[in-house]
């Protein structure tokens, strides 16, 4: 795809050229769409900021709001959990640390998601008007993601101190599982922001998808505390190894090798086949909004 | 056709028999597949299924079509309505690339197509403005440089902090025809927007495409306004079903094109629309 002089054109012997050329297997050309894709990065932290204005989350109440949102959604699954699971030694303050902090997590991917979604009928009349990598929308909506994703953390930090989770080098773990953590929820962002093209009511279908995989995920339990008989199906779930690595992290625990490689893989396989779909379908987008 | 491509399918083909080749169209074809439906659903595909109903159709917008264009020329582009001229402007700016053929593009490009500037309602002029600018290529210092300028032109200074959802119909053509030609663009496409605004602001931009014109970019001009095609242009194409049907002075194809729609010289056909 073009590749813009994104440089100020000082004299018009490098103005830039332009190929457009058919789609080989239905692709654009890979490496020429990455380093377009890297010159408008701008492009993507612009448009997180202005969608986080836009959502008010740049003022005071709003960043108190992005906090406390979470936090009370917490609280009343600590509450739900403990009614529920009356006697089985689920309510010490460290199961409320490890509650806040999957399920902080669990939200930056499935805000990655749902913002993600809109992301491309959203961006309708660019789209239209002006040649551009289209990869850059979703990207933008994972950086928005993330951005509502970093305050609650300060919260969880909170909570880990005065529950007395234990501070140690194994929470610098949780830098790389936040780092597949955001490729897996960028790849599967790509993704839905393509179907919601093809299928419109994608975006209202999303809320029970998001909720019934929360409950698969383990958000509300220990990774340990899954059923044998369930395991199987469970442990399918991408956040399984991921949130579960997340988790032994926050606990100063080692991540094991089985969820951090099963994590590598899910996170991999998300960008590629997100990626790669998004871009085979990119070209029909100037027609089906 | 002139086949002058020194290095073809390599990338830059910056070879020196095309130095003032602007835009290089070759054997181009556009297909594509649309639906039926304004917004398809799951809910419309799943109901569907049973009744074998076929909404999807193949459209074919463009078929072979060849042209060049030096730098320098104001080129018109003249055809009914879905002959495929917004389509073969897509192509050419890069945002629909072609099925077959080959586009080459020397030069910066900026484009006001049919729904121009202000994709996001909820967000500022000004944010439309930068955003838009970022998407195009520019840099941040670039379009600082400029924004002054553009909002001066489309005299809306005093509403760019406000959501572009306040804004007029008119307001919003103005600011979209002042971002497209305030980017400094070697190569201008527009495609039906010179109806921008209220009668002064039309002449007003009117005469900035006249000035663009005279400053040796390269435009391409979509627009049923005959007239206005007969004015600024140096060159105009004539587009009918998706076929190159002539190319040749504005004055040739607009006699032609008005003799095959039989209208004749009418003052509707020509009126700057």
């Known amino acids: 795809m073009a590749v813009f002089g994104a440089r100020r054109r000082t004299d018009d012997f490098v103005s830039p050229v332009h190929i457009y050329e058919p789609y080989v297997v239905g692709l654009p050309p890979l490496r020429p769409y990455l380093r377009a894709l890297w010159s408008r990065r701008q492009f993507a932290f612009e448009m997180s900021r202005t969608t986080l204005r836009s959502q008010h989350f740049d003022t005071a109440f709003g960043q108190l709001w992005l906090v406390l949102n979470p936090l009370m959604l917490g609280v009343v699954y600590f509450l739900l959990v403990d009614i529920l699971g009356r006697g089985r030694g689920n309510r010490g303050a460290d199961f409320l640390a490890h509650l806040l902090g999957a399920l902080f997590a669990y939200h930056f991917v499935s805000t990655s998601l749902s913002e993600g979604a809109k992301s491309v009928t959203r961006g309708g009349r660019l789209i239209l008007n002006t040649a551009f990598p289209r990869l850059l929308l979703p990207i933008a909506s994972v950086l928005t993601a993330l951005q509502r994703f970093l305050p609650t953390l300060v919260v969880y930090a909170a909570v880990h101190v005065v529950a007395g989770v234990p501070i140690g080098f194994t929470l610098l773990w949780t830098i790389p599982i936040l780092v597949l953590l955001t490729v897996f929820a960028a790849g599967v962002a790509m993704l839905f922001a393509v179907l919601q093209v093809y299928f419109r009511d994608m975006k209202s279908f999303l809320p029970y998808l998001l909720r019934v995989w929360l409950y698969l995920s383990p958000v509300l339990y220990h990774t340990n505390q899954v059923p044998v008989r369930l395991k199987h199906v469970i442990s399918l779930n991408p956040l399984y190894p991921l949130l579960g690595a997340w988790s032994q992290a926050l606990a100063g625990q080692r991540p094991s090798l089985v969820f951090l490689v099963e994590g590598t893989a899910w996170a991999a396989a998300a960008i590629v086949v997100g990626g790669l779909f998004f871009l085979s379908r990119e070209r029909e987008f100037a027609v089906r909004l | ?273």
């Open chain 2, 1 to 273: 056709m002139s086949s002058l491509s020194a290095s073809d399918g390599t990338g830059a083909g910056a070879g020196a028999g095309a130095v003032d080749v602007a835009v290089k169209v070759q054997r181009v074809s556009v297909r594509y597949r649309t639906s039926y439906e304004k917004k398809p659903t799951f809910k419309t595909a799943l109901l569907r299924l049973g009744r074998r109903q076929r909404l999807v159709r193949e459209i074919e917008a463009l078929k072979g079509v060849s042209f060049e264009v030096t730098h320098g020329t104001v080129l018109g582009i003249v055809g009914a309505n879905g002959a495929g001229k917004s389509t073969l402007v897509r192509t050419v700016a890069g945002i629909l690339p072609p099925t077959e053929g080959r586009v080459e593009v020397h030069g910066r490009v900026s484009t006001l197509l049919a729904l121009g500037i202000g994709f996001n309602r909820e967000l500022s002029g000004r944010e439309n403005v930068v955003l838009g600018g970022l998407a195009a290529g520019l840099g941040r210092d670039e379009i600082e440089e400029r924004y002054q300028e553009i909002s001066e032109f489309a005299e809306l200074e005093d509403v760019m902090e406000l959501p572009m959802s306040t804004y007029s119909s008119g307001m919003y053509s103005r600011l979209g025809f002042s971002v497209a030609v305030h980017m400094d663009p070697d190569i201008l496409m527009i495609d039906e927007a010179l109806a921008t605004g209220d009668a002064r602001f039309k002449k007003k931009s009117f005469e900035k495409m006249k000035q663009l014109c005279g400053e040796a970019r390269t435009i391409l001009l979509v627009s049923h306004a005959l007239g206005s095609i007969q004015e600024l242009c140096t060159e105009a194409v004539w587009i009918h079903a998706g076929e190159l049907k002539l190319q040749d002075d504005p004055e040739t194809v607009v006699a032609a094109y008005t003799r095959f729609l039989g209208i004749g010289d009418t003052d509707t056909a020509l009126e700057d629309v």
